[in-house]
C-alpha cells in the first residue's frame, strides 16, 4: 500500500520516533508499505516520521537503475556493494564515523528543492533488520550520506535545517508562502537547469577553442 507522504511544515515531522520495542507484525507490514512508498515516490529513503509514525524506522535503496529499471552496479563503492539492499532498519545508531563530505540532497517531504549539506563521508551504523535481527552496516558513498539523511528525521530534523541560516530561512519562507512546485513545475526546472548546464558547456568549450585559434 502506497502511504501519503507528508510535507514540511507537517509538525509530525518534527517529532522524535520512539524507539521499537519489538519487530512485530504489524512493523513488518509498515515497512513494506514503506518501501512501496519509496518505490512509488522515485525515492532512494524514507524515515516512518514521513509516513505520520513517529518510531525509529527507515528503509533506503540507493542502487542505482537505467532507463529501464534494470540495476547496475558499477557506480557503487565497494563497500556499498557489500551492504544488501533494500535496507529495512529498527532503531539505527552511528557507531563510528569519519571524514566530511557535501552532498547535494533532496527530500519527499520537501519536494522540488535540492541543496548541498554536509555529512560525514563514512559512517558505521546499527540496528535491527526486517527480520529484528541485530545489523551493523559499513558505508560510504551515497548510501552513508542516506543513512545520515534519514537518522535525522528520526529525531525530527530535515535536511533544509543543515543549512546555513540564510539558505534555510529562505527555502522556509518561500514554501509557507508560496507552497510547492507541481510535479510539472520541477520537471521544467530540471530540464532549464540541464539546458543552462549544455549552454554554459558549450560557451566554455567555444571559448578554449578560439583561444587556441589565436
Ligand atoms: C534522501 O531523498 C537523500 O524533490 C532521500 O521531486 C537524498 O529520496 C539522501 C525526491 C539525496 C541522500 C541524497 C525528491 C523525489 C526524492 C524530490 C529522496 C522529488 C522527487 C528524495
Ligand atoms: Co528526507
Known sequence: MVLEVLKFPDPRLRKKGA??????????AMAENM??????????????????????????????TDEDGNIVLDNLTELERAVKQPIVLYNPEIVAAKEKTSYEEGCLSVPGFYETVDRFQYVEVKGLDAEGQELT????????????????????????????????????????????PTPEEVAEERAETRKRRKEQKEAALAATGSARDE
Not at 524507539?19 to 513488518?28: D, G, I, M, R, S
Request: proline share 4%; with cysteine; charged share 25%.
Open 19 to 28: 524507539v521499537v520495542a519489538k519487530v512485530t507484525p504489524e512493523l513488518k
Open 137 to 180: 552496516i559499513k558505508s560510504d558513498g551515497l548510501l552513508a550520506i542516506c543513512l545520515q539523511h534519514e537518522m535525522d528525521h528520526l529525531e525530527g530534523k530535515l535536511f533544509i535545517d543543515r543549512l546555513s541560516f540564510v539558505k534555510s530561512s529562505r527555502i522556509k519562507t518561500r514554501i509557507q508562502k508560496h507552497g510547492y
Open 35 to 64: 518501501l512501496e512508498t519509496m518505490y512509488a515516490e522515485h525515492g532512494i529513503g524514507l524515515a516512518a516520521p514521513q509516513v505520520g509514525e513517529s518510531i525509529r524506522l527507515l528503509v533506503i535503496d540507493t542502487r542505482p
